[in-house]
């Protein structure tokens, strides 16, 4: 397979296409290569975490350091369990 990256100027800016040839599924699955490789090299892999809990196997990059589940809302009140009732 061969690609081939060629610059377009637009009138306003400078924007990269990759032109591919060969047949579509080896065009495809170099493009879903790519997609897999993308966040593995971003800066940003260093703070994944993975969500705390326990039957959950979410990644996640936090908007805090501190946060511990993939979602508040979902894995977040499973885990801190049904809300108390007053007595
Ligand atoms: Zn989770």
Redesign the pocket.
Known sequence: MHAVRELIWDGTAVTAAIHRSGPLGVRLAARLAEAAADPLTDPAIGRLKR?E?DD?V?LFLPAHPRRR???AG??GNRMRGPPLLAP
């Open positions: 969500c809990a959950c979410m589940w993939c979602s979902r894995c």
